[in-house]
């Protein structure tokens, strides 16, 4: 299976951003793409870097929606699975919400964050009500594909949880700036991650310097084994194209050894 994981600027022109996004799909398809992937809050500015003045429904839409119905219809168009991300308003509450559409344009649902930040310029909770549709895995054209949204892979639990859940590949969804980890702290989180559940996963990352933050781009892919297979530059807008073989997945230490030896019931999570 091929995955696109595109990195691009977002500027203050929410239209421009999406056809961008709509345009950078269309690239994708060019080089063969079966999934593409999208960073956190791809389409507008990085709102939480300041902390919200009142209500901030007004900035978030509803999905399915406007710009969900964009990708969907592209997503149909080029037999492609896509994955988003954006500020969705749900039943009053907003969210950091990534919905996942089908090869055939359907809408399958969508990964809500469910680890809400709250630390210097990313004000997340003053924005984010905590998601409560739990750990997902869609069953996709191309393969079982979970979502962590940014934080959440912070949270082993939660990482293990879409393992479990028999994914095969994990999106990422991150807004991470330049120098905001040791080096190659948040590549080694994911190869330990991969190791683990024995999944790939993919980290689509913002890009681009937005008032007072600088972010990093610097996508990057990890393999069952837990190794970095494929990385796009800093600092620029990219598309990275590539192979992800899913018969690697059941191959793994993870799905051959530690999910069969793993003994929940003695170290239940609370």
């Not at 997902?136 to 949204?149: E, L, M, S």
């Amino acid at each position: 299976m091929k995955i696109a994981i595109i990195q691009q600027q977002a500027t203050e022109d929410v239209a421009a951003n999406v056809q961008q996004g709509l345009d950078n799909i269309d690239k994708a398809a060019v080089q063969g793409a079966e999934l593409a992937v999208f960073a956190e809050l791809a389409f507008t500015r990085f709102y939480p870097q300041y902390l919200a003045d009142g209500d901030v429904r007004h900035l978030a839409e509803r999905v399915p929606g406007p710009t969900t119905e964009k990708f969907m219809a592209k997503a149909k168009e080029h037999n492609m699975v896509v994955v988003i991300n954006l500020f969705e308003l749900e039943d009053g509450k907003t969210y950091d919400s990534s919905p996942v559409i089908d090869a055939d344009g359907t809408l399958l649902g969508t990964t809500q964050m469910v680890h809400v930040a709250d630390y210097e310029c990313f004000y997340e909770k003053s924005y984010y009500a905590e998601g409560d549709h739990g750990a997902p895995v869609y069953d996709t054209a191309v393969g079982k594909i979970g979502v962590a949204i940014c934080y959440d892979r912070h949270y082993p639990e939660f990482m293990r949880a879409l393992g479990v859940n028999g994914a095969e590949v994990v999106v990422i969804p991150q807004a991470g700036t330049v120098g905001e980890w040791p080096d190659g702290l948040y590549e080694a989180e994911l190869q330990v991650a991969s190791f683990h559940n024995g999944y790939f996963c993919a980290l689509a990352n913002r890009v681009g310097k937005e008032d007072q933050m600088e972010f990093a781009g610097e996508s990057v892919i990890t393999n069952p084994e837990g190794r970095v297979i494929a990385q796009s530059p800093g600092g620029v807008d990219d598309i990275l194209i590539h192979d992800l073989d899913l018969t690697e997945v059941p191959k793994s230490h993870a799905r051959t050894m530690f999910f069969r030896d793993r003994r929940p019931d003695i170290y239940p999570l609370t």
